[in-house]
């Protein structure tokens, strides 16, 4: 009874051994799938080979997409006058439900990958200080004049396992700035705590046991 025990709990481990590599590489191809057919299907393309034959090549709609967005980016970065593009977004600004949506847009893509990135300053957040309870987030505006709000801090805290979050303003007294990689947080953060940088040699360890 023992060795069999013994061996089904060998199965099992190298079953979730398995799963544990196989899960991952799968779920991320499945997204990389995903993001070049929704790339392919707003430009189809079919090459035709011979009489009525056509063969979809995939990527090659996408490729076409980055291109174009690469030499639009170098179009206006070198030839369009920068005050012709000021002069545009002044009119965009302008018009009430055109303005809302295109710099809400606008705002979030730079706060991924614009010079003035928003998600790269990650902080934990008293929130009661009787019981000493913290959040982490991520400060996304320290100045909130504008509202007239003065000593406070805009704070972006993402939930677990989603894609979502929610902006709260908080006292700029109860952040304290994490000194710390802002992937690394936002990895801990979505997973739920789960997923840990760990050093290089508990990471040895691990893999010798």
Do not use: C
Request: hydrophobic share 45%; aromatic share 10%.
């Amino acid at each position: 009874m023992e060795i069999r025990n013994s061996f089904l709990k060998r199965i099992l481990s190298y079953f979730i051994r398995g799963l544990v590599l196989v899960a991952p590489l799968y779920a991320t191809a499945l997204i990389i799938w995903t993001g070049i057919e929704f790339l392919d299907n707003i430009i189809p393309i079919n090459v035709p080979i011979s009489g009525r034959k056509d063969v979809y090549l995939p990527g090659l709609g996408g490729l076409i997409i980055i291109g174009g967005i690469v030499l639009l980016g170098f179009f206006f970065s070198t030839v369009v006058p920068q005050s012709f593009l000021r002069f545009t977004e002044s009119i965009m600004r302008r018009i009430p439900l055109v303005s809302l949506i295109y710099y809400s847009i606008k705002d979030l893509i730079l706060a991924f990958v614009g010079d003035k990135k928003k998600f790269n300053q990650p902080v934990l957040v008293t929130v009661y200080k009787d019981t000493g309870i913290k959040k982490i987030g991520f400060i996304t505006q320290t100045d909130l004049s504008h509202l007239h709000i003065e000593e406070h801090v805009a704070v972006y805290m993402p939930f677990s396992y989603s894609l979502s979050g929610e902006l709260f303003i908080v006292p700029a007294e109860n952040v304290t700035v994490l000194d710390t990689s802002a992937t690394d947080v936002m990895k801990m953060v979505i997973s739920g705590g789960v997923s840990v940088k760990i050093s290089k040699e508990e990471s040895e360890i691990d893999e010798e046991q």
